[in-house]
């Protein structure tokens, strides 16, 4: 199983970025979803996440401002991001909870990094 995500880059606060990230592989059904970032010298912390039901929970500092959505029948996820901060910076991550014929995993992508500066 293979997460790609795609969607950061650089932009002005007060700006906009949409992250995707693609699950491929054997894949059985996805569970929940995310987003996590890292900024420089700081932990990992969750963003948003969503269950395969669509109930989301977002991290107080994003509320209002980042909808994170999901598409089951392409297996991918989404992180809409509005009203962008400096301190929104960092690298994004995005996490699935997957079900093959072997294991109920979770995976990783990549990373794709998020510069929010004038």
């Known amino acids: 199983v293979q997460l790609q995500a795609s969607g950061g880059g650089l932009v002005q606060p007060g700006g906009s970025l949409r992250l995707s990230c693609a699950a491929s592989g054997s894949i059985f059904s996805i569970d929940d979803m995310g987003w996590y970032r890292q900024a420089p010298g700081k932990q990992r912390e969750l963003v948003a996440s969503?269950?395969?039901?669509?109930?989301?929970n977002y991290a107080d500092s994003v509320t209002g401002r980042f909808t994170i959505s999901r598409d089951n029948a392409k297996n991918t996820v989404y992180l809409q991001m509005n009203s962008l901060k400096p301190d929104d910076t960092a690298v994004y991550y995005c996490?699935?909870?997957?079900?093959?014929?072997?294991?109920?995993?979770?995976?990783w992508g990549h990373g794709t990094q998020v510069t929010v500066s004038s």
């Open positions: 996490n699935a909870e997957v079900l093959t014929t072997t294991c109920r995993c979770s995976y």
């Open positions: 969503i269950t395969s039901g669509s109930s989301t």
